[in-house]
């Protein structure tokens, strides 16, 4: 049971690239959320999805895209990078929407964009 | 909308003694839940205590407890006997009922640095 993993762990880009991150989760969870976190704060949800094929956007959706067209795959997406988006990513999971259903994260993803 | 605020950037605490790490939140939900997380240098994050709105007593985990005071909407931290490992950046959360609440909303987070 690997719980909540992360493609890749680190990445540099130069200006304009595009990638994909990869989540996967093998706990069976509906509930998928993508954070970054910048220096010194907390964490921002960026999208989320509430169920294989669903999608919303979070707190700080611009720039980035999502896709759930596999039940234990969350992608998130940046079609043109910028500085802006140097962060560290969290991948999470969870088995419900409930206020007491604890969430798993991922080891994140440290991305640089130069 | 709901809000998280943790206004001690840095603690200090010597090793053995206890250390309450402060959280503060505003929410218009009935129903909420309250989150810690420590996060290591390692940067992974670890849940550590939840706390619902309702419940009638305050969480406790291990060393962990949460002293939840809803009238004041604070739900800070206490670590009991903090040892060296305890190090870290902490984390307070809280998640809600209503649509696009569903996901976590974060403080900016404490250091917490036990000294020998």
């Known amino acids: 049971n690997a719980g909540v993993t992360q493609t890749p762990k680190f990445r540099v880009l130069k200006t304009g690239q595009s990638m994909t991150l990869l989540c996967a989760q093998d706990?069976?969870?509906?509930?998928m959320y993508w954070y970054r976190q910048d220096p010194g704060m907390g964490l921002r949800l960026i999208h989320y999805?509430?169920?294989?094929?669903?999608?919303a956007k979070g707190e700080v959706p611009d720039g980035y895209n999502v896709s759930r067209l596999k039940k234990q795959n969350f992608l998130l997406g940046l079609e043109s990078a910028a500085p802006s988006q140097t962060s560290v990513y969290f991948c999470?999971?969870?088995?419900?929407?409930?206020?007491?259903?604890?969430?798993?994260f991922g080891p994140g993803t440290r991305l640089t964009v130069t | 909308a709901q809000k998280i605020t943790q206004t001690q950037p840095g603690m200090f605490v010597q090793e053995k003694e206890a250390v309450t790490l402060d959280c503060t939140y505003d929410?218009?939900?009935?129903?909420?839940?309250l989150f810690w997380y420590k996060q290591p240098s390692s940067g992974e994050m670890i849940f550590l205590i939840y706390?619902?709105?309702?419940?009638?007593q305050n969480a406790t985990e291990g060393r962990y407890s949460l002293n939840f005071q809803k009238a004041r909407k604070s739900a800070n931290l206490v670590i009991s006997a903090s040892q060296l490992g305890d190090s870290a950046m902490y984390f307070c959360?809280?998640?809600?009922?209503?649509?696009?609440?569903?996901?976590?909303?974060f403080g900016s987070g404490t250091r917490l640095q036990v000294q020998p």
């Open positions: 999470a999971s969870s088995y419900s929407s409930g206020t007491a259903s604890e969430q798993y």
């Open positions: 706990m069976n969870h509906e509930y």
């Open positions: 999805s509430v169920g294989e094929g669903t999608t």
């Open positions: 929410t218009s939900d009935p129903s909420y839940g």
């Open positions: 706390q619902g709105s309702y419940d009638q």
């Open positions: 959360a809280m998640r809600g009922m209503g649509t696009g609440r569903r996901a976590l909303t």
